[in-house]
């Protein structure tokens, strides 16, 4: 455990302060196109409720994630859309066949959700939790490079910082919508004095989004 914390802060260290590497504009852009483009991250303009979906989140019970083999420290989570609600995993992990399903105890989240967030079909949605001198060890999600999950944060404590590799600090700040392409490895760590809590989405993105997207890309790039 110390000498992964050791080389998550050394990871941390290296490239903290590195400037992320952005692909060169494209004016007509598509949103396939947008998707694969290279992008490690696109801040979505998405209004998050985080004061209500915290009131929620603090009354429901968390689940320590991914814990098997101890390589990260203080994460837990908590299914708002999933098999169940302590079913914080991917869905091979657990190989069968029960139906994806909302929780009841986060009423006014799940109807943001179902109303406002623009998704048509919802995967897995959940909150995560990383409490104070927390870690998520340096890991990629995937080989394949594309913007796929959306990572909201309710809370971003002071001292608590997602870096990529070779891109850097990804700039959250309480509410954002983050896009990610977690084919690049990364890691985070929490060193304050306060959790963590963000909402992972993992949804099938419909027109709405599209705009969305495209439309947060040129912000990116302050041409929108």
Request: glycine share 4%.
């Amino acid at each position: 455990m110390k000498q992964l914390d050791k080389l998550n802060k050394l990871f941390l260290k290296r490239f903290r302060n590195v400037e992320a590497t952005f692909p060169e504009y494209c004016n007509d852009i598509t949103f396939d196109q947008l998707r694969f483009s290279g992008l490690p991250y696109l801040p979505l303009d998405i209004a998050v409720p985080v004061e209500k979906i915290l009131q929620e989140i603090l009354t429901v019970d968390l689940v320590a994630h991914r814990d098997d083999h101890g390589e990260h420290n203080g994460w837990h989570s908590f299914s708002i859309h999933g098999k169940s609600e302590t079913a914080t995993r991917e869905d091979s992990y657990y190989n069968d066949n029960r139906p994806m399903q909302w929780t009841d105890k986060m009423p006014t989240t799940v109807k943001w959700f179902k109303d406002v967030y623009p998704a048509d079909n919802f995967a897995r949605v959940r909150v995560m939790r990383l409490d104070p001198g927390g870690y998520i060890s340096i890991h990629s999600d995937t080989e394949n490079s594309r913007l796929d999950p959306v990572n909201i944060s309710v809370t971003q404590p002071e001292g608590c910082d997602f870096v990529m590799e070779k891109h850097g600090l990804v700039p959250f700040t309480v509410g954002t919508a983050m896009w990610l392409d977690v084919s690049n490895r990364h890691t985070v760590i929490n060193d304050s004095d306060e959790p963590r809590y963000h909402l992972i989405v993992h949804a099938k993105p419909n027109k709405k989004f599209e705009d969305i997207a495209l439309k947060s890309y040129k912000k990116l790039y302050n041409k929108g």
